[in-house]
């Protein structure tokens, strides 16, 4: 016998509220339950970072989180990450600027890692940049143009915080 | 509900158990999730300096607490190996503990540390040294009515330097081996007190109680590291399908080699700063 239990969860500012399976997994709330299948499921065992999202503010795989488990939490997916007049995220242009993206399933799972990192830590070396993407696969780049993403996003963060903007 | 629930698993930060549970590989009639008890989550410092970790304390609330950092350094280094960002912001000391996988990091540090685990029943609290922890292959001394909550390091009260070195095939995988050190010197440059330990060449991390005795008293020399790696040799190590036991010692003991040397050069720079 399947139980069903109530979640009540915020995602990119909106509301949504079912009953489902403890057995589903946020990745497949997100894309079955909310529609919203900007969050791409890979391996689904918490390698490939595809499915990465943020919740309460941190990145997270949602593969390895059941929906039960983020009932009154707010989270934020792909399709939260541009500003709220269409302007793209300073990690969505850098990836359109350094070429960071081919075929795109692994990007919504990398730009979400970046952009949650790049909040705690503007200024990453090259390094530190390779290693936070380590969680996260890509089969086309070859993750080049990926790394000089995040580097020209964070300079793009940085200067917006200088000058004052958001 | 522990000893109410029958055939119920407890699910920490699921970084291991949520990859398990969606393979398949184990099917519980109940899961328990811990991740909202807060008693479970925290870091104290009592008055003799021990450090009581809860078991819910994700991986990244560790690596960055500011008296972590200061008092256990080699946690926060190790801590770097663990997974990937995204899987610290999750996954929990006492997950980490209780999977026991044979090369993670946490249980090698706590096992270099002489960590002492509480766990908890209807029955009572019981402690459990580091050393008791592992009963098998991935088998920790955990019985199924209870929960592991909080471990307990006591920092080294002298000056000491600190090593945590790994090899994996990616930055974030599961090690081929990795080993931890600490040294503290004394005023003549002389190994005064020696701890370390060993990841991924054996079914549970393992103290090497050999070197451990051996080097106090001696001066570092790259011979002398080179001698007391060759204790890795009496460890039967698993292979893989990437790697033979074999590679894993060899690996093991270069990698002691240069953490021995890194840690002596780390305490000759922490006695210096007191």
Redesign the interface.
């Known amino acids: 016998m399947t139980t069903l239990h109530r979640v009540s969860l915020t995602i990119n500012g909106k509301i949504y509220e079912a009953e489902v399976e403890?057995?589903i997994?946020l990745a497949d709330f997100i894309r079955h339950v909310c529609g919203l299948t900007g969050t791409h499921v890979g391996c689904?065992?918490?390698?490939c970072?595809a499915c990465?999202i943020q919740?309460d503010g941190?990145?997270?795989?949602s593969?390895?989180?059941?929906a039960?488990?983020a009932d009154g939490v707010f989270l934020k997916t792909v399709e939260g990450l541009q500003g709220s007049d269409g302007s793209l995220h300073p990690v969505q242009q850098a990836f359109s600027d350094c070429d960071g993206l081919q075929c795109g399933f692994c990007t919504p799972g990398m730009q979400m890692?970046i952009a949650a990192?790049l909040e705690e830590n503007p200024s990453p070396t090259e390094r530190e940049v390779?290693?936070?993407i380590?969680?996260?696969i890509c089969r086309c780049t070859g993750y080049q143009g990926i790394v000089r993403a995040a580097l020209q996003a964070a300079q793009a963060i940085r200067e917006s915080k200088t000058h004052g903007r958001p | 509900m522990v000893t109410v629930l029958p055939d119920a698993k407890l699910l920490a930060g699921g970084q291991s158990l949520g990859p398990m549970l969606n393979f398949r590989y184990l099917m519980p009639e109940n899961i328990i999730d811990l991740n909202h008890v807060e008693d479970l989550q925290g870091i104290q410092q009592d008055q003799d300096n021990t450090i009581h970790i809860g078991s819910m304390t994700r991986q990244y609330q560790i690596q960055k607490d500011p008296l972590l950092t200061k008092e256990l350094p080699i946690l926060s280094d190790a801590l770097q190996w663990v997974g990937h960002y995204a899987t610290r912001n999750r996954g929990t000391l006492g997950g980490s503990l209780a999977h026991l996988d044979p090369a993670a990091e946490l249980p090698g540090i706590c096992a270099l540390l002489d960590a002492e685990l509480s766990v908890q029943s209807k029955l009572g609290v019981r402690r459990i040294s580091i050393h008791d922890w592992p009963k098998g292959f991935m088998q920790a001394d955990l019985n199924e009515n209870e929960i592991l909550t909080s471990i307990s390091l006591r920092p080294w009260p002298e000056p000491h330097g600190a090593c945590f070195l790994e090899l994996s095939r990616r930055h974030g995988d599961f090690a081929i081996a990795g080993v931890a050190c600490l040294i503290s010197l004394d005023d003549n440059d002389r190994v005064r007190r020696f701890a370390a330990s060993v990841i991924g060449v054996a079914n549970c991390p393992v103290r090497l109680r050999q070197a451990e005795k051996s080097l106090p008293g001696e001066r570092y020399s790259e011979s002398l590291a080179i001698a007391l790696s060759q204790e890795i040799n009496l460890l039967e190590a698993p292979a893989d399908a990437h790697h033979s036991g074999d590679f894993r010692k060899r690996t093991a003991k270069t990698l002691l080699q240069r953490a021995i040397q890194q840690a002596c050069a780390d305490a000759a720079k922490k006695r210096s700063l007191t």
Do not use: D, K, P
Request: hydrophobic content about 30%; charged content about 20%.
């Open positions: 403890a057995r997994t689904e065992h918490g390698v970072g990465t919740l941190r990145a997270v795989r593969c390895t989180i059941y039960v488990q890692t990192f390779r290693e936070l380590s969680g996260n």
